[in-house]
């Protein structure tokens, strides 16, 4: 008979048939045996599937079709004696691939981290004793012994507990430990609900336990993960999609240009040599080697800019990801929320008190009707308050005027309460020191400690209310005992649901004497109770949250509440904070496996909440909406995060509660874990897709003139009215600077008043590329009318007429700078001196401009000669001319729009 892992279903299983399907006992395997399952089975780690070299990683870099044409240009250079020109370009190239090595490279890091997960050593009994060993030699079948502090090393079945407590939220991402038996479960549940069962990755906060192993490796639940993480694909983000786009539209103009032009020169018989200098200077005019560096310049300020407002961005084209996000799914628990439960109203003696104060600053009052309370003059509410802070595990402190919470935030808001009240918990348990604990658990619902009260015993109960109330037998009301009626109870559980709907987290208390000394059993201390009230609490929204979800609703952007929360609780909450109206839908984990694909991605638009989901259900939601055409956004924090997060277009960890997983597995981390911060970064990434489009505008404008100004004189056969070193010159310095300056011009007023972009959008729209045009020919007639008229009209030598044709491309393209910033717009409507990093671009251009002009070294160098003052301002006069037809244009386009508007009203 052979020993079999990866059955399901272990938590129905009793722990007998865990050990008959295993084929082990109590007292562990054999070393020999053990020896055989390692090698059946496998070392006890995570197998990384299609794991490529780091230096396969940088090569994949050069598939890029800029790249090619890049080195085509660095090719042509080099042979044709352009060296200044082919280290220009092969420092670019290098450039480029080094980043995209570099995002890919921190991608690949995901797997590491769960690896990090795994312990190291690991305590198993075997042949009945207790011996250390290494966590990856764990096997199927091995007796795990398991202490407070311990790393869980694989997938166990829980055989015994003793007041045992797991931190699991490594993988559910909730911080609050939870409690473990050894007890069968009558049903498969949820991962979090398997309360006999623990988990690779997870660790002991309290306690101590035997558990037999059912997993180990890549069938643990962290391996499931792994492997999701490892099927996902990874689709390029909408901006490297968009330059692959515009990258090969512009090689292939250059390139039919370059063919043209070689064919012309060759018919002409010139020479071989000359001709490919030609070339050469129109390839490196064409291609805007620039641009991926001005993109990552604009990138990285944006980066920063993030980085100051909470957002620090792991990958830097998920900046522009963000910028086109039109839904964003989020977690509630400390993102919506502050993950602070506040205790907002007691219920007792038939009245309600509202509890002023929020977090676990302990200041606060009772208030009823209007009025503040001593709640030490109400014997049911002073009564309360004690139960909540004896029957507790978790403490308040002070440190530098700073509170913090140590334990469960549920019993933390009871400790809070007693604090505001007078009640303080040390002080309380030195009059009623706890005897003894029966530790909450999901089967019984609730919590129970006995104490020392004067010379006799009593019992402490919390729990839910449902569960307390039915083990009721009396209740505290004006101060007496009485017994407690059917009809009571039917109002107490109508008042419990009616603190429910308000999205408040509730627990009943109560209390029963005990006589005599002798400890009772557990289920004769937890019935024939005495009810004494009711607490709601809430975790309150972190401000500026209804705001952040507004703006969204304006910019078009859907906000979608994924939660593991109850379905009553997802609901109270989103409608509060504008996430669930009326036409919405809310789907439960449940409901969701009952859907059939199709179903679902008819259904997928009007859901705003889903509540009670697993790591599954979040990958199917996130491509649900991607197959509908939207860029997703959504956040995590657990382990379990992490597929939904990679799969989805930009993933958001959480800086503070977040896993290192879900880190890794991010392209951006909140350090405020804030909803708002969310939103920031979306008006951050619409920015810089703005201003991406204004400085390609302004840099493609002025290269393809520099194209079009040489091919035109080859094909007229003139004199070439620029040098390739001037050509260089004015595409790596001139165009460059303003370019750099473009790249930081602020947000307009606007921009989150405007729907999300298609991914699809091309960078230059219609309307764009209409203008360049437009714009092209205005140029180069202008540079062409100047340099003709040196030459014809003036007899001017061809370094003079050429000196001309550079101060006037030059000036055009400094002058268009301003056009590109108003962008659609007047420019007087864009504040022109406004951006101080661009004035100062542009009067450096300037003053590089007049240096190779006016200066001994510049003549030498590129072969100018000085012009004089009525000649600078016979250029300055021409390259204006597109300013003034641009703004005339954009005037004449505003004006009409506004009349079109006005008369559609």
């Not at 312990?119 to 004793?129: F, L, N, P, T």
């Not at 603190?499 to 004769?524: E, F, H, V």
Request: glycine share 6%; with cysteine.
């Amino acid at each position: 008979m052979e020993a079999k892992s990866n059955n399901s279903n272990w938590c129905t299983k009793e722990i007998d048939e865990v050990f008959k399907i295993l084929l082990t006992d109590i007292n562990g395997l054999s070393q020999i045996e053990a020896q055989q399952r390692l090698k059946k089975y496998g070392l006890n780690q995570l197998v990384e599937k299609n794991k490529i070299s780091v230096f396969q990683i940088f090569l994949r870099q050069f598939r890029n079709f800029m790249i090619y044409i890049l080195l085509f240009a660095g090719v042509i250079s080099y042979f044709v004696g352009e060296r200044i020109e082919f280290i220009v370009i092969s420092v670019i190239v290098f450039f480029i691939a080094a980043l995209g090595f570099v995002q890919e490279f921190r991608a690949e890091k995901a797997m590491e981290a769960l690896k990090h997960l795994t312990s190291k050593k690991a305590k198993v009994i075997r042949e009945g004793k207790e011996i250390e060993i290494s966590a990856f030699e764990v096997v199927p079948g091995d007796i795990l012994f398991l202490e407070e502090g311990d790393h869980i090393p694989a997938d166990a079945r829980l055989v015994e507990t003793n007041d045992f407590q797991v931190d699991e939220s490594s993988l559910s991402g909730e911080s609050i430990p939870i409690y473990k038996l050894a007890k069968t479960l009558s049903k498969d549940v949820a991962l979090t609900d398997k309360k006999n069962m623990v988990f690779t990755g997870t660790f002991v906060t309290k306690g101590n336990a035997k558990a037999v192993v059912v997993e180990t490796g890549m069938n643990t639940e962290i391996g499931h993960i792994a492997k999701l993480i490892q099927d996902i694909k990874h689709d390029k983000s909408p901006l490297q999609e968009k330059f692959d786009r515009l990258s090969k539209k512009i090689g292939i103009f250059v390139i039919m240009l370059c063919a043209i032009m070689f064919v012309i020169g060759y018919l002409q018989k010139k020479p071989i040599f000359a001709l490919l200098i030609t070339i050469a200077a129109v390839a490196v005019s064409g291609i805007p080697e620039s641009l991926p560096a001005v993109v990552t310049v604009t990138l990285a300020n944006g980066i920063k800019k993030m980085a100051k407002d909470n957002a620090v961005v792991k990958k830097m084209y998920a900046v522009e990801t963000l910028g086109c996000t039109s839904v964003i799914c989020t977690d509630k628990t400390g993102t919506l929320t502050k993950n602070e439960m506040s205790i907002e109203v007691i219920y007792a003696n038939d009245k309600l008190f509202e509890v002023t104060g929020r977090g676990y600053i302990p200041v606060g009052r009772l208030i009823h009707n209007n009025k503040v309370v001593d709640p030490k003059r109400s014997k049911e509410v002073s009564t309360l308050i004690n139960i909540g802070v004896l029957c507790n595990n978790a403490s308040l402190s002070e440190e530098d005027g700073k509170w913090t919470l140590n334990g469960d935030p549920t019993e933390g808001s009871l400790i809070v309460l007693g604090h505001k009240t007078g009640f303080i918990k040390h002080s309380i348990e030195k009059k009623y020191p706890k005897l003894k604990e029966f530790p909450f658990d999901s089967m019984r619902k609730c919590m129970s400690t006995i104490h020392k009260h004067d010379n006799a015993q009593v019992a402490y109960v919390k729990g839910a209310p449902e569960v307390i109330i039915e083990q009721c037998k009396f209740i505290m009301q004006n101060g007496k005992v009485k017994k407690l009626s059917d009809s009571e109870k039917k109002q107490l559980i109508r008042t419990s649901h009616m603190l429910a709907d308000r999205a408040l987290r509730i627990l009943a208390l109560s209390y029963k004497p005990i006589k005599g000394t002798k400890y009772y059993r557990q289920q004769d201390i937890e019935r024939d109770l005495v009810f004494v009230g009711i607490v709601g609490m809430r975790d309150p929204l972190r401000e500026g949250v209804k705001e952040a979800i507004a703006l969204c609703e304006k910019a078009g952007i859907k906000v979608v509440m994924i939660t593991g929360d109850h379905e009553i609780t997802a609901r109270t909450v989103a409608k509060e904070i504008g996430i669930y109206k009326e036409h919405h839908h809310i789907l439960t984990g449940n409901e969701l496996n009952k859907l059939s694909e199709y179903r679902f991605s008819h259904l997928v638009e009007h859901v705003t909440v889903y509540a009670r989901v697993s790591p599954e259900h979040k990958i199917r939601i996130v491509k649900a909406l991607q197959e509908k055409g939207h860029v997703v956004a959504m956040t995590g924090d657990g382990v379990n995060d992490a597929p939904a997060l990679k799969k989805a277009d930009i993933g958001i960890a959480m800086g503070i509660g977040g896993t290192d997983v879900a880190k890794e597995s991010a392209d951006m981390i909140l350090l405020d874990d804030h909803f708002a911060t969310i939103v920031d970064a979306v008006k951050h990434g619409r920015t810089i897709f703005e201003n991406i489009k204004k400085f390609v505008y302004y840099l493609l404008t002025g290269n393809l003139s520099e194209v079009i100004l040489i091919f035109v004189s080859l094909v007229l056969g003139m004199n070439l009215p620029l040098t390739g070193l001037m050509i260089l010159f004015v595409n790596l310095v001139t165009s460059e600077l303003p370019a750099l300056g473009l790249s930081t011009e602020p947000a307009f007023d606007s921009i989150m008043e405007q729907k999300p972009r298609d991914k699809k959008e091309f960078i230059l729209d219609d309307y764009l590329m209409l203008k360049i045009a437009q714009l092209i020919p205005l140029i180069v007639l202008g540079t062409v009318t100047l340099f003709t008229w040196e030459l014809a009209f003036k007899h001017q030598t061809l370094e003079k007429a050429r000196t001309v044709a550079l101060a006037t491309i030059i000036f055009f393209e400094l002058f268009h700078v301003f056009n590109a910033k108003a962008f659609k717009r007047s420019i007087f409507d864009s504040k022109p001196f406004a951006n101080s990093s661009l004035n100062v671009t542009f009067l450096l251009s300037a003053f590089l401009t007049l240096i190779v002009i006016y200066t001994s070294i510049g003549e030498k160098v590129f072969h100018t000669i000085a012009l004089t003052i009525p000649e600078i301002c016979t250029v300055l006069l021409m390259a204006s001319s597109l300013l003034v037809y641009v703004e005339i244009q954009e005037t004449i386009i505003q004006t009409e729009i506004k009349e079109w508007e006005s008369s559609t009203l």
